[in-house]
């Protein structure tokens, strides 16, 4: 599966939106992007994941560039308890693992 | 709607026991997976079943074994136990043919 890149740590203000990017320069063309996030010592909650076209859900939207080597996970309106560990991860056929790199610390402070 | 449950929640063993760490998929999933998450660490993928097949493998240990059972839950054992076992294992489910894969709740081992 592809290598993903993301910020270290990200702040955001309360009621904002967050930007979360991702680049991911190696993925394939059969790979999909996926987001989790991971609030403090809780399971990873899965968020979204999209192969090429945007994406929305009641949690988020994933925006996917047109050569499809970066990625962004909007939250449109951050709250204190989206505060997480955000993994962004490129997976092939269903079925296959989900490796974990390392996320980004989101801090949503009011 | 159902989650994954992992049982128990917590285990505190001693150093060269052993543990077993039960994990009951999503109704109709029939793919589970098992991750360890050390502390301060990102989740590392240990092994996974599909239609009670072992379907992949990862950095598992040799005193690690784990199996899927007819009713799709799965147990991981593990013998020998070390220090560096004390961790957050998390078991994870999907059907197949579908994307999305759901994790349990953990087991925080801990090994003394």
């Known amino acids: 599966d592809a290598k993903t890149t993301q910020p270290t740590s990200m702040d955001c203000a309360e009621g904002r939106a967050a930007n979360l990017p991702c680049n991911h320069s190696t993925i394939s063309g059969n790979e999909y992007v996926y987001w989790y996030r991971q609030i403090h010592s809780q399971g990873p909650q899965y968020i979204i994941h999209?192969?090429?076209n945007n994406e929305t859900n009641e949690m988020a939207s994933l925006i996917i560039t047109e050569d499809r080597k970066s990625s962004t996970l909007i939250l449109p309106h951050a709250t204190l308890r989206d505060t997480a560990v955000y993994y962004c991860i490129v997976r092939g056929t269903s079925g296959s693992r989900l490796t974990f790199g390392e996320g980004t610390q989101l801090t949503v402070n009011p | 709607a159902a989650g994954v449950i992992q049982s128990p929640r917590h285990l505190i063993k001693e150093k060269r026991e052993t543990a077993t760490l039960k994990c009951y998929p999503i109704?109709?999933?029939?793919?589970v997976y098992w991750y360890q998450q050390g502390p301060g660490q990102d989740p590392q993928f240990l092994i996974s079943?599909?239609?009670?097949?072992?379907?992949d493998k990862g950095s598992i240990p040799d005193r690690f074994s784990a199996q899927q059972f007819s009713d799709y839950h799965s147990e991981l054992n593990m013998s020998s136990l070390e220090l560096g076992d004390s961790a957050l294992y998390f078991c994870?489910?999907?059907?197949?043919?579908?994307?999305?894969?759901?994790f349990g709740p953990g087991t925080r081992l801990t090994v003394t």
């Open positions: 999209g192969l090429k």
């Open positions: 994870a489910s999907s059907a197949a043919r579908q994307a999305d894969v759901y």
């Open positions: 079943f599909y239609e009670k097949m072992q379907s």
């Open positions: 109704p109709r999933h029939d793919t």
